[in-house]
């Protein structure tokens, strides 16, 4: 049998407590400085996938409007937050297309029309963290005459919940018309809206992250989303500042 010198075997050893230790302090501060720029890129892809979206919701009631010759309404709701109880604040969390059509109620000289909806494809609800401010200087477009709102309830009536699902919620409102042109809802008199085309420069809506507070243009995160709608073509663009 042949012997090697000590300095010559192959020794294996286990990693000791202290190493162990410093490799997990390591990664711990690894972690914990990867974690804050981690969280604001999910946080930026979950505001701009809602960003398009509703980009693209604007563009199919455009489109609707115009391939099937009658005025389509898009709503955006407005209620507090479910998942806290006890909440109070009231923001734009949701939204749904709808196609305007006039009903004709009794007959004869008794005969009453009034505008009617019916919804088109399902709500969309925003991505959680995810918001419309309902400022009136970031989102002037959804705010109706003197920064009202709309009681959200069916056209069949009733006392349960409205188009959003949510009890005592209430929307805003842009209609999309036939010609292309695109008008705000400001109120309703009569059983028809009344509508008005608004100016470019006042005719947007900003989407934010929930911050738990009203936002307003004092504490706007630095990254948003906004969607401007031309009110006499009815085209979209956005702006986005960035991180």
Same mark, same amino acid.
């Given at each position: !049998?042949?012997? =090697?010198?000590?300095?010559?075997?192959?020794?294996?050893?286990?990693f000791?407590?202290?190493? !162990?230790?410093?490799?997990?302090?390591?990664? #711990?501060?690894?972690? #914990?400085?990867?974690?804050?720029?981690?969280?604001?890129?999910?946080?930026?892809?979950?505001?701009?996938?809602?960003? &398009?979206?509703i980009?693209? /919701?604007?563009?199919?009631?455009?489109?609707?409007?115009?391939?099937?010759?009658?005025?389509?309404?898009?709503?955006? =709701?407005? %209620? #507090?937050?479910?998942?806290?109880?006890?909440?109070?604040?009231?923001?734009?969390?949701?939204?749904?297309? =709808?196609?305007?059509?006039?009903?004709?109620q009794?007959?004869?000289?008794?005969?009453?029309?009034?505008?009617?909806?019916?919804?088109?494809? @399902?709500?969309?609800?925003l991505?959680? +963290?995810?918001?419309?401010? /309902?400022d009136? #200087?970031?989102?002037?477009?959804?705010n109706?005459?003197?920064?009202?709102?709309? &009681?959200?309830?069916?056209?069949?009536?009733?006392?349960?919940?409205?188009?959003? +699902?949510v009890?005592?919620?209430? %929307? @805003?409102?842009?209609?999309?018309?036939?010609?292309?042109?695109?008008?705000?809802?400001?109120?309703?008199?009569?059983?028809?809206?009344q509508? &008005?085309?608004?100016?470019?420069?006042?005719?947007?809506?900003?989407?934010?992250?929930?911050?738990?507070?009203?936002?307003?243009?004092?504490?706007?995160?630095?990254?948003?989303?906004?969607?401007?709608? &031309?009110?006499?073509?009815?085209?979209?663009?956005?702006?986005?500042?960035?991180?």
């Amino acid at each position: !049998m042949i012997h =090697f010198p000590h300095s010559e075997r192959q020794i294996r050893k286990a990693f000791t407590l202290v190493e !162990m230790l410093v490799v997990v302090a390591i990664v #711990a501060m690894i972690l #914990a400085s990867a974690t804050p720029a981690l969280m604001r890129t999910m946080q930026s892809t979950r505001l701009a996938t809602t960003g &398009d979206s509703i980009m693209g /919701a604007v563009a199919e009631a455009k489109q609707l409007a115009y391939a099937q010759n009658v005025p389509v309404e898009l709503r955006f =709701f407005k %209620y #507090a937050d479910q998942d806290f109880t006890g909440s109070t604040l009231q923001l734009f969390r949701s939204y749904q297309v =709808f196609k305007i059509v006039t009903v004709t109620q009794g007959a004869g000289a008794s005969a009453v029309s009034k505008e009617s909806v019916v919804p088109v494809g @399902n709500l969309t609800k925003l991505s959680d +963290g995810i918001i419309i401010a /309902a400022d009136t #200087a970031l989102s002037p477009m959804l705010n109706g005459q003197n920064g009202t709102s709309l &009681d959200d309830t069916k056209s069949s009536g009733g006392n349960g919940p409205g188009y959003s +699902g949510v009890s005592g919620a209430k %929307y @805003n409102a842009i209609r999309f018309m036939p010609d292309g042109s695109c008008r705000r809802v400001n109120a309703q008199t009569g059983g028809y809206s009344q509508l &008005d085309y608004g100016t470019l420069p006042t005719s947007f809506f900003t989407i934010t992250y929930d911050n738990g507070q009203p936002v307003t243009v004092g504490n706007l995160p630095k990254n948003f989303y906004t969607i401007q709608v &031309d009110p006499f073509t009815g085209k979209a663009r956005n702006y986005r500042p960035g991180l």
